[in-house]
C-alpha cells in the first residue's frame, strides 16, 4: 500500500501499479533465480533449465504481475525452503561451517513466509522445531536456531499484538473447518437418523439445518462456510448486511466458542460412526489434489491470466476511475490467448497439475525410507506440511493453493539427487 502511495502521488494510480509489480518482480525474479542455482548446483544443468521454465512460465509470472497476497507468499514459501534446506546441507557438510548469517537469513524469510497465511506460519513452527531435534540428533550446537525461534516468537506475537491493538479482525475459524463441514453436513443429509436430537441442535447452531442441502457442494466449502455464525470472508452485500444487522458476528466471542467446541465434538462422534463416509468425503473433496488424471475444468482460469476485473463496489477505492488499461480488448485477448498457449505445452502443463506435488512428496518419502536418510526426511517436513494442509482447503483444484508446493518440490527433488548421486558413489568405491 506504500509503494501504491508513493507512485500515485509521484504521477498517478497507474504508476503506483506500476511499481507495486515492479517490486513485486524484483523479489520474485531474485529469489527464484536463487532457486534455479540451487537446483542447478546439487542435480546439473537440465533439471536447472526444467526449473527455469517453470518459474519463468505463467505459473509463477502470471501471479508476479498479479496484485495479490498470494504473489509474495510463493516468493517466500521457496526463500524460507532454500534457507531450510541450506542449514540441512549445513550440518551433513563436515567441511563448511553454518555461519551466523545462515540463521539471520532464516529468521527473515519464515517471518516474511508466515505472515502472508496463517497455514505457512504453523509450517514455519513445526519445522523448526523438527530442525532443532535434528541438530540434536546430529549433535550440533543448537544455540543459534533456538535463538531464531525464540525470535520468531517474539516477533510474531509482537506482530499480532499490534494487529490487535489497530482492530484488524483475524480470519475466522471457519476458513480451517470446511472439511468437517462437509463430512457433517454429508452424514446429516445422506443418514440424519445416525444423529441425536441433541447432535442436530448443536449443529444447528454452526450451521443451520435448514440451509444445509442447499449450499452442500462437495467440491467446494465456502457455502456452508458463510453459514457459521462469525464470517471475515465478506465477499457479497447480503452476507455483510448480516454482519451488518448482528445475524453473523465478525469475531468469536464465548457463546460462539463454546457453540464450535461441542460441534466438534459431534463431528468426531459422527467421524467414528461413520469412518468410511469421512474418507470418502475427505477424498471427493480432494479429487483434484490427490489425482493426477483428473483436471479441474477451469485450471488456468484459476491462475490470474484472465482479464483484470473490476472489484465490487463496496470495497472499489476511490481512485479506480482513474485506474485504465494501456492497451484495448483485442491486444489483451491476443495476450491471453499466447499464455494460454505456453501453458499447454508438456512440462509446463505437466506441473501445472494439481496432484503432481502429491504424488512428487509420495515418491520422495519412498525413496527417504528405501535409502533409511533421515537427513532427506528431515527435507521434506515443510513439503509434506503444505500438502497436508492444501487438502483442507475449501476449493478442490484451485491451483493457487498448490503453487507453493510446486516451488519447493523442485528443491526437494534437487537434493534427492544430490542423495542418490552421494550413494551411487560411495557403492562405487567400495565396489
Known amino acids: 500500500g506504500s509503494i501504491f502511495n508513493i507512485g500515485n502521488k509521484i504521477l498517478n494510480p497507474n504508476f503506483g501499479i506500476f511499481l507495486v509489480i515492479l517490486f513485486q518482480t524484483l523479489i520474485s525474479a531474485f529469489i527464484y533465480t536463487k532457486v534455479v542455482q540451487f537446483i542447478g548446483q546439487k542435480s546439473g544443468k537440465i533439471m536447472g533449465i526444467v526449473s527455469l521454465v517453470i518459474f519463468a512460465s505463467p505459473i509463477f509470472s502470471s501471479y508476479v504481475a498479479t496484485i495479490d497476497k498470494s504473489t509474495l507468499y510463493y516468493a517466500f514459501c521457496a526463500a524460507f525452503y532454500l534457507c531450510y534446506v541450506k542449514i540441512i546441507m549445513g550440518v551433513k557438510n563436515k567441511h563448511k561451517a553454518l555461519h551466523t548469517n545462515d540463521y539471520l537469513l532464516y529468521l527473515l524469510t519464515m517471518v516474511l513466509f508466515s505472515q502472508f497465511r496463517n497455514d505457512a506460519l504453523y509450517i514455519s513452527i513445526i519445522s523448526t522445531l523438527i530442525l532443532l531435534s535434528f541438530l540434536v540428533y546430529k549433535h550440533v550446537n543448537i544455540t543459534k536456531l533456538l535463538l531464531v525461534l ?144 483428473a483436471s479441474p475444468t477451469n485450471l488456468y482460469g484459476s491462475l490470474f491470466i484472465n482479464f483484470p476485473t473490476r ?51 509420495i515418491f520422495l518419502l519412498y525413496r527417504s525410507i528405501k535409502l533409511r536418510n533421515l537427513d532427506m526426511f528431515i527435507i521434506l517436513v515443510p513439503l509434506i506440511g503444505l500438502v497436508g ?43
Not at 229 to 253: A, C, H, R
Not at 390 to 396: D, E, G, R
Not at 397 to 417: D, K, P, T, W
Open 150 to 293: 525464540l525470535s520468531f516468537v517474539v516477533i510474531i506475537s509482537g506482530w499480532k499484538a499490534y494487529m490487535h491493538k489497530i482492530n484488524i479482525v483475524p480470519g475466522a475459524s471457519s476458513e480451517a473447518l470446511t472439511i468437517p463441514t462437509r463430512q457433517v453436513s454429508y452424514v446429516y443429509i445422506n443418514n440424519p437418523n445416525s444423529l441425536t436430537k441433541k447432535d442436530k441442535k448443536i449443529i444447528n447452531k454452526i450451521t443451520p439445518l435448514d440451509k444445509i442441502k442447499k449450499n452442500y457442494d462437495i467440491n467446494s466449502g465456502d457455502n456452508l462456510k458463510n453459514l457459521f455464525p462469525v464470517n471475515t470472508f465478506l465477499n457479497n452485500p447480503s452476507l455483510i448486511k448480516e454482519v451488518v444487522q448482528g445475524k453473523k458476528k465478525m469475531q468469536s466471542n464465548s457463546k460462539i466458542k463454546s457453540d464450535l467446541r461441542e460441534y466438534l465434538k459431534v463431528w468426531l462422534k459422527a467421524g467414528l460412526k461413520h469412518p468410511f463416509t469421512y474418507i470418502k468425503v475427505y477424498i471427493a473433496a480432494n479429487s483434484f489434489y490427490l489425482n493426477p488424471f
Open 311 to 361: 472489484v465490487p463496489y463496496y470495497v472499489e477505492p476511490n481512485w479506480v476511475d482513474k485506474y485504465n488499461y494501456l492497451f484495448n480488448d483485442s491486444v489483451r485477448l491476443k495476450a491471453r490467448e499466447f499464455i494460454g498457449l505456453i501453458l499447454s505445452f508438456p512440462v509446463i502443463a505437466f506441473f501445472l497439475n494439481t496432484a503432481i506435488a502429491t504424488w512428487f512428496l
Open 389 to 431: 494442509l492444501s487438502t483442507l482447503v475449501p476449493i478442490n483444484g484451485y491451483s493457487r493453493y498448490v503453487i507453493g508446493e510446486i516451488a519447493i518440490v523442485l528443491m526437494a527433488f534437487a537434493c534427492m539427487f544430490s542423495v542418490e548421486k552421494i550413494n551411487i558413489k560411495r557403492r562405487g568405491q567400495r565396489g
